[in-house]
């Protein structure tokens, strides 16, 4: 039975859109290098809010191939910068480099000699380095998230669209006029044109294309590598299902190689598939995974997900302490960067209640750390402080002794502290925002994030 997957079906054409200026292109991404230098969390700050001047997704650079590193290899040379930031970090699983973009294991690399070193312990984010008498030519290096670089942004050249989302059985589809990249990056998951592959999904599909107005809808086959052997876009299979109209595949002057499920009844195409000019511009399908699995009976409700690992649980939320030390703002980043992995929202931990705190603080009691970030500040009215999950004021707090003080004017962000000398067991104390410091992160058991409609 085919897994579960989400399905996105455009109303609008996908059009492609130049890159802007200043942006590079290759294949279908854009690429951005920057001219200031900014942390790890920052970088990744900045280029989403970059993108959004585009109406697009944007990230830190995604490089999952020979192509893309080379491509950018060249762009960095021709700037006066040795060392940028990309997209991969191992901050969740010692080793385990993933993607920001994606939440995607990096199985391509092109690490530098004795790279990843993690020296310290503290050196969780990638960069591309040029630093010849090291042996590192455009090679990467895994570098502290709290330093300053350059860094590379990347989003995909396409148009931004709404959305609609309903539940059917087992199976939940979402209605999207995005690209299938945007609309997956926005729920922290890796979506592409659906895969069609076997006749159940075939035949669901056609029934969800039968309730719009349009007669074509781009799938996820193509034979642009090999003609004649199509294969799917999401997993690089070959398709062995097939569901082909009359005469179909014909690569009609021979520049059809992207597939499309057709209605056109006189030509005996109902559902059928079709192939297509790459460059027509139609609707499409997307698929992703679902934030969870839903149940058989199609009830809007979903089962729960566990807390991943290297995550606690307590009650209906996941708590993860970081190793890693990072400004209040840079920590927050991190945190939606890290909830972003598993398709749900994370942010800088809420603690509004005396069984929340106990837990933390018995977290906190297995650590080294002396100072842990969490999620209540008064940055915006002093003495008034909130928390940034909700933007509630705080009603429970375990503040310490003389807290808060607000020093020098300068202490606006709650941090867990253990200082015994002090009078601090756990208790709270405000700090300049600008410290590095450890941090714990929260998001919900349950990952369901999309609306739903009946």
């Known amino acids: 039975m085919k897994s579960q997957v989400v399905i996105l079906l455009s109303v609008l ?3 492609l859109a130049r890159c802007p200026a200043d942006w590079d292109h290759y294949n279908d991404k854009c690429f951005f290098l920057s001219r200031d230098n900014e942390t790890f969390a920052g970088a990744l700050k900045l280029c989403e809010v970059i993108g959004a001047q585009y109406g697009r997704v944007a990230s830190l650079a995604t490089v999952d191939d020979a192509g893309t590193q080379s491509h950018l290899e060249g762009l960095v040379t021709k700037t006066s910068s040795l060392e940028y930031y990309i997209g991969a970090t191992d901050i969740v699983h010692e080793g385990t480099w993933v993607w920001v973009s994606n939440g995607q294991t990096a199985t391509y690399t092109n690490w530098g000699p004795f790279q990843p070193n993690n020296r310290g312990g503290a050196e969780n984010c990638a960069g591309i380095t ?3 008498p090291n042996g590192f030519v455009g090679h990467w290096t895994d570098k502290p998230c709290t330093k300053e670089l350059p860094y590379i942004c990347e989003m995909p050249g396409y148009r931004k669209y709404f959305a609609k989302t309903d539940i059917r059985g087992n199976l939940a589809y979402c209605f999207e006029n995005k690209l299938c990249e945007v609309i997956g990056a926005q729920y922290g998951r890796v979506a592409s044109l659906a895969t069609v592959d076997d006749a159940g999904t075939q035949s669901h599909l056609e029934g969800l294309v039968t309730k719009t107005s349009s007669l074509e809808y781009y799938i996820g086959a193509t034979d642009i590598v090999h ?3 199509w294969v799917w876009v999401s997993n690089g299979q070959t398709a062995t299902y097939t569901n082909w109209g009359p005469f179909q595949p014909n ?3 021979g520049a059809e190689n992207c597939a499309g499920i057709t209605y056109d009844q006189p030509n005996g195409f109902v559902g059928h598939w079709t192939d297509k000019p790459c460059t ?3 609707p499409y399908i997307c698929e992703m995974p679902p934030s969870d699995k839903c149940n058989a009976s199609g009830e809007k409700t979903c089962a729960l997900a ?5 995550w606690d649980h307590y009650n209906d939320r996941c708590f993860f302490l970081s190793r890693d030390n990072e400004t209040f703002a840079d920590a927050l980043s991190l945190c939606e960067v890290i909830g972003k992995q598993y398709g749900r929202v994370a942010t800088l931990a809420t603690v509004d209640d005396a069984g929340t705190q106990k837990h933390l603080a018995n977290l906190v009691s297995h650590t080294s750390s002396l100072g842990f970030y969490i999620g209540a500040n008064d940055l915006v009215h002093e003495g008034t402080w909130v928390w940034v999950s909700s933007g509630h004021a705080i009603t429970y707090n375990n503040w310490g002794p003389t807290q808060p003080n607000n020093r020098d004017g300068a202490e606006h962000c ?7 000398q ?11 925002c600008t410290n590095q410091l450890t941090y714990i992160c929260e998001m919900p058991f349950d990952n369901v994030n999309a609306p739903v409609v009946g």
């Open 422 to 432: 002090d009078g601090f067991v756990y208790h709270w104390t405000d700090e300049p």
């Open 227 to 229: 003609e004649g052997t």
């Open 280 to 282: 027509k511009e139609l």
């Open 130 to 132: 040029y630093d010849l």
């Open 414 to 420: 709650a941090v867990i502290t253990y200082a015994p």
């Open 306 to 310: 566990r807390c991943p690992a290297d």
């Open 251 to 253: 690569n009609r002057g």
């Open 13 to 15: 054409s996908a059009v």
